[in-house]
């Protein structure tokens, strides 16, 4: 079977930076990137733009 070693202080630490310093930023400017271009796809596609 495989030896399920118990991950370490360090190598905790490291993964939790790696995540909140750079997955969920890159997520979240992905996540608001892709929203931005689908509404401006539809609003090409649909000719209807915006207005006051």
Known sequence: ???NKAPT???????FLLL???TAP????AVVGGYGFSIW???LMTGSLPTS
Do not use: S
């Open 9 to 15: 202080r360090a190598q905790e630490l490291r993964a």
């Open 41 to 43: 796809m539809i609003q």
């Open 20 to 22: 909140t310093v750079i």
């Open 26 to 29: 890159i997520l979240a400017v």
């Open 1 to 3: 079977m495989a030896d």
